[in-house]
């Protein structure tokens, strides 16, 4: 299950959590339940001393640090956003903003396994590709295989999804899905410079900087997906990134804004 992020201006029983947590921790918060401009200073202040992004949001990994007072290493840093920005010829804040709204928090599930999401259409696909048989496939197993997306469990049970889909073709179960905290999909291993999508998968399964490395690899991959977040072009970026319903959850717009946001705080830094 996913948290959702905690951020300047939001109230209630789990801002209260957030503040009880930073004043165990030594910060002068208030307990009352509004995450002000005060509880986002010391959030950034404790994101900055645990190595974590400091982008003043409290979503999984920022909660889970707070809870545990440890980092788990496998999450990304701010040093790692700043080497994919220097890598791709873009700002800091750009990759901020990209982090903010496309990776969908954090790359891993509770359980360590990094996250998943099959896709059913993209197995129909690559299967017809193949050479199977895919519409008798499809009609056999309809959560597994189809010609439109769907049939998702969301969270951890997207691993079993991908072990029934593992059974069909085990191979291409593993690029029908998308990975990490970027999402990317599998079938594009190759593209990317991996292996095989064994060398894909246990990378991803490695850590949030091995999936921002994929990220980075994909933007330098498309050209005009690249010269659109050199642009700051958010339209054309999410557009690319997410596909033609991109508006339907105003990522153009939430990119623009975070971005916004990260370059004013860079600025009067």
Known sequence: MTTAL????????????VERLLVAQG???????????????????????????????????????????????????????????????????????VNEVESNGAGFFEDGRAKILFERHIMYRRLKAAGYDADTLAIK????????PGGYRGGWPEYTRLKSAQAIDHDIALESCSWGQFQ????????????????????????????????????????????????K??????????GPAYKNNMYDTKLARAYDRYAEETATA
Do not use: C
């Open 27 to 97: 910060y002068n918060v208030k307990e009352d339940s509004l995450f002000d401009a005060n509880t986002e200073q010391a959030v950034k202040a404790f994101q900055t001393k645990m190595g974590l992004v400091p982008d003043g949001l409290v979503g999984e990994k920022t909660l889970q640090t707070l809870r545990t007072r440890n980092k788990n290493p496998k999450f990304l840093t701010q040093q790692h956003i700043i080497a994919a920005a220097e890598a791709l010829g873009v700002s800091v804040p750009s990759i901020m903003a």
């Open 233 to 242: 072009k958010w339209a054309d970026f999410a557009r690319i990134y997410n």
């Open 6 to 17: 905690i951020r300047n201006g939001d109230l209630g029983d789990a801002v209260r959590e």
């Open 184 to 231: 990317i999909m599998g079938y594009h291993w190759k593209a990317l410079g991996y292996n095989s999508i064994q060398h894909f998968v246990e990378s991803m399964q490695s850590g949030e900087a091995a999936q921002l490395t994929a990220f980075v690899r994909f933007i330098q991959a498309d050209v005009t997906l690249h010269k659109a977040l050199k642009a």
């Open 141 to 148: 197993y309809p959560k597994l295989v189809g010609q439109v």
